[in-house]
């Protein structure tokens, strides 16, 4: 009986091998430089636009690993008819969960420049006190929302005078710096 299960065991490694040596089973080094060339593409969005260089590899190392363990020959994925669809999905799925991890990374979602621009924060803050801002900010987004879609849905209404998202940048802005903000409609 051992002989059987050795020998079996024995002709499984060997046809197991023989088919693993057909198809790659991880991307080599040009493969994921291919990747993160196209992923280039997307650090116009505004999360991504507000990251570090150090901060945006890092992004793009979750994105290519994420991409590589779900599909693990890089011809069969390159080649998908929809594979910029799916690289898409990964990209905001990868920005979701980075958000559910941590509100404060509203920072990149309402970077300080636009911020600046939409009156809502005075220009000239120094580091720390847009740090306060954002760690209020969050604090206030965390105690609002039980969960990433709530967020995502408040953000998508963001355009309403009454918007919530609108009110706590107000509230953190009159609370740390006694700025006054008018929230003003921007569309229906």
Same mark, same amino acid.
């Given at each position: ?12 490694? &060997?046809?197991? !091998?023989?088919?693993?040596? !057909?198809?790659?089973? /991880? ?9 993160? @060339?196209?992923?280039?593409? %997307?650090?116009?969005?505004? %999360?991504? @636009?507000?990251? +570090? ?12 690993? +994420?991409?590589?363990?779900?599909? #693990?020959?890089?011809?069969?994925? &390159?080649?998908? #008819?929809?594979? @910029?669809?799916?690289?898409?999905? %990964? ?12 509100? +404060? ?18 220009? !000239? ?13 969050? @604090? ?8 990433? !879609? ?10 309403? /005078?009454? +918007?919530? &998202? ?17 929230? &003003?409609?921007?569309?229906?």
């Amino acid at each position: 009986m051992k002989k059987f299960f050795l020998s079996l065991t024995l002709v499984v490694l &060997i046809f197991g !091998g023989l088919f693993a040596c !057909g198809e790659q089973t /991880k991307w080599n080094r040009e493969e994921r430089q291919a990747m993160r @060339n196209l992923l280039r593409d %997307y650090r116009k969005l505004v %999360y991504l @636009n507000d990251l +570090s260089e150090a901060e945006y590899m890092l992004f793009t190392d979750r994105v290519l690993a +994420s991409i590589e363990e779900e599909y #693990p020959v890089y011809t069969t994925f &390159i080649e998908m #008819p929809a594979v @910029n669809d799916t690289v898409q999905v %990964y990209v905001v799925t990868t920005i979701v969960e980075q958000l559910a991890a941590d509100a +404060s990374n509203m920072r990149h979602l309402y970077p300080y420049r636009d911020l600046v621009a939409a009156n809502i924060l005075p220009d !000239g803050l120094n580091r720390a006190q847009q740090n306060a801002f954002y760690q209020c900010f969050a @604090n206030a987004v965390d105690n609002t929302y039980a969960d990433v !879609g709530q967020l995502v849905n408040a953000m998508l209404a963001d355009t309403v /005078k009454n +918007s919530q &998202i609108a009110q706590m940048q107000a509230a953190c802005s009159n609370q740390l710096f006694g700025w006054t903000v008018e929230i &003003i409609e921007v569309g229906n």
